[in-house]
């Protein structure tokens, strides 16, 4: 969608119109759901979170912010509600912690960052390692670069970063990653 029609869109949005909503929420949708994984390995919690972020849309309209850029807008937004979501249960933990009898609790993980199976070909494996070994945040950004197809100056906006650190955040990932393939494929 070019940016005259996102503007019209986001426009007749904040003007009440739903069908307006329901189409950015066919477009990105699917989009949102894949960020989100990609931050928090919960399928019901990411479901939850974007339907929240709509929610506020619809709650927010009349207050929303001339956006260039819908999906950023989005992403931001579901990011920032996933990490407030994370804040909440790391508190919530922190309580039951402390209660009597609170060693008997299952220690469950947030988080699970590679997804590596029996089946999968040896390459894609490799590859999965070396992006596993990256940082969160290093992952994040190859994620929103490579599988988005975001630009550096959206992605930027998105994580509240400057342009220049992003090609260089970008550029020690690769490196990174290049050099884990190197050393996989001599180790073979």
């Known amino acids: ?23 950015i929420y066919a477009k990105y949708a699917d989009n949102l759901y894949s960020y989100g994984l990609k931050i928090i390995n ?7 979170c974007i339907h929240e972020v709509f929610i506020q849309l619809i709650e927010k309209r009349k207050s929303l912010v001339v956006t260039s850029n819908i999906q950023i807008y989005l992403f931001k937004s579901l990011r920032n509600k996933l990490f407030e979501e ?18 008997d609790l299952p220690k469950n993980t ?39 197809g975001l630009e550096n100056h959206e992605i930027a906006l998105l994580l509240d970063i400057d342009v220049a650190s992003v090609r260089t955040l970008l550029y ?17």
Request: hydrophobic share 35%; aromatic share 2%; no cysteine.
């Open 1 to 23: 969608m070019n940016k005259p029609a996102e503007n019209i869109l986001w426009n007749n949005l904040k003007n009440g119109d739903d069908s307006a909503l329901t189409l």
């Open 42 to 48: 919960d399928e019901a919690l990411v479901k939850d």
């Open 86 to 103: 994370l804040r909440s249960e790391k508190r919530r933990k922190q309580i039951l912690a402390q209660l009597p009898g609170s060693d």
């Open 110 to 148: 947030i988080e699970q960052l590679i997804i590596s199976t029996e089946e999968q070909q040896a390459t894609e494996r490799t590859i999965k390692q070396a992006i596993g070994s990256l940082t969160e945040h290093q992952q994040e950004l190859i994620y929103l670069k490579y599988t988005e």
């Open 172 to 188: 020690r990932a690769l490196k990174k990653v290049r050099e884990l393939l190197k050393i996989n494929t001599q180790g073979l």
